[in-house]
């Protein structure tokens, strides 16, 4: 059987990180679409049988009815592909989401909360959803292959090996658990992030486009090929614009002018979106919101001060005055190592500021 699995494609999200650049939320949004299209025809034309979509397909509080219209159009122009969904945190299967009270088409199964197998000739597919926006109740111990002659899938949406409380909340799954089961593939959703590797049986695919700047790397689909002999997957990059972050060193900076210059040195491409992140120390204060102002290269989307201000406390210790008493007092903290060594050079830099 041949698949194609996707995850976290989030139609109709607001695109925080880049909405106050006006038109380009409008492009992401349009490029959410073109990258669809994309993934449709590679279905038709590779002939593919299964569809796996492992959750938040859209945004719930966001999404428009138009969208699922478009959504579904694609889905009818692929009659002999069976497409199965996975509900996730984002698009959960509600009494009044679109999941449940939409007319899909008829190749459209969409997993509710109870564990559920759907049944082909040659393969069966077990999976279920969200339906609300967090999934702590459900127990993976709960599914077990009935048939192991047949190749058997799980479409899911959740966390792998959830740590925290917060990961917890999101369908928590432990990995040793989920590859005791036997399963020829999990499709996975929920983490941006895709952990892609050719002899893996449990993939996220991560997000299908890339929302932000804590989403950096490559996004696309995971596309493969079954048999009771083994299988064949591979990673296809699909979206063409990337999120980059790049450093600029400011230590010899000595003015707003030469900054902005240095910014617009740097190596940038015009198909990536940039956040540029300012270090080591500075000389001058830098005004973030200023920066913006000037004619930066277009595809800087964010900059971020992580600079610290050039303080030469040995000679400040010197001094007669209070701040003198209190840079003595933070060469001592840093000599007996009371603590790290980041907090120090805050309070340095807080207790310098205020005694100027």
Same mark, same amino acid.
Request: overall charge negative; some cysteine.
């Given at each position: 059987?041949?698949?194609?699995? %996707?995850?976290?494609?989030?139609?109709?999200?607001?695109?925080?990180?880049?909405?106050?650049?006006?038109?380009?939320?409008?492009?992401?949004?349009?490029?959410?679409?073109?990258?669809?299209?994309?993934i449709i &025809?590679?279905?038709? &034309?590779?002939?593919?049988?299964?569809?796996?979509?492992?959750g938040d397909l859209y945004e719930h509080q966001y999404i428009r009815k138009s969208t699922i219209e478009f959504i579904n159009n694609l889905f009818k122009e692929i009659p002999e592909t069976?497409?199965?969904?996975?509900?996730?945190?984002?698009?959960?299967?509600?009494?009044?989401?679109?999941?449940?009270?939409?007319?899909w088409n008829s190749n459209v199964h969409i997993y509710g909360a109870e564990i559920e197998k759907i049944e082909y000739p040659e393969i069966d597919i077990y999976g279920y959803g969200f339906d609300d926006f967090y999934c702590s109740e459900l127990d993976i111990n709960e599914i077990q292959i009935?048939?192991?002659?047949?190749?058997?899938?799980?479409?899911?949406?959740?966390?792998?090996?959830?740590?925290s409380i917060e990961?917890?909340?999101?369908?928590?799954?432990?990995?040793?658990?989920?590859e005791a089961k036997g399963f020829d593939y999990i499709a996975l959703g929920h983490i941006h992030k895709n952990n892609f590797a050719p002899n893996s049986k449990i993939i996220y695919p991560?997000?299908?486009? #890339?929302?932000?700047?804590?989403?950096?790397?490559?996004?696309g689909m995971v596309v493969g090929e079954i048999s009771r002999n083994g299988q064949k997957?591979?990673?296809?990059?699909?979206?063409?614009?990337?999120?980059?972050?790049?450093?600029?060193?400011?230590?010899?900076?000595? #003015?707003?002018?030469?900054?902005?210059?240095? %910014?617009?040195?740097?190596?940038?491409?015009?198909?990536?979106?940039?956040?540029? %992140?300012?270090?080591? #120390?500075?000389n001058f204060e830098i005004n973030i919101y200023k920066l913006y102002k000037y004619e930066l290269y277009k595809n800087i989307i964010k900059i971020k001060d992580n600079t610290k201000p050039k303080i030469d406390i040995e000679k400040i210790s010197r001094e007669k005055t209070l701040k003198g008493l209190f840079a003595k007092e933070i060469i001592e903290e840093i000599q007996e190592e009371k603590y790290e060594l980041e907090i120090i050079e805050k309070a340095l830099e807080i207790g310098i500021e205020i005694l100027e």
């Open positions: 059987m041949k698949f194609v699995h %996707i995850a976290d494609m989030h139609f109709d999200a607001p695109f925080t990180a880049i909405a106050d650049k006006g038109y380009l939320g409008e492009q992401r949004r349009l490029e959410q679409r073109q990258v669809f299209r994309q &025809e590679y279905i038709k &034309e590779n002939k593919i049988e299964y569809f796996f979509i492992s069976q497409i199965i969904i996975s509900p996730g945190n984002h698009d959960p299967y509600l009494k009044k989401s679109y999941y449940n009270t939409y007319n009935e048939n192991r002659e047949k190749i058997n899938i799980l479409v899911i949406h959740g966390t792998l090996d959830g740590a990961e917890r909340q999101y369908n928590s799954m432990n990995k040793k658990e989920l991560g997000s299908t486009i #890339s929302l932000g700047f804590d989403e950096l790397g490559e996004h997957i591979e990673f296809i990059k699909l979206d063409k614009t990337e999120f980059v972050e790049k450093e600029l060193e400011c230590t010899e900076i000595k #003015s707003e002018e030469e900054l902005v210059e240095k %910014i617009n040195e740097i190596n940038m491409q015009e198909n990536k979106l940039y956040k540029i %992140i300012l270090t080591g #120390s500075r």
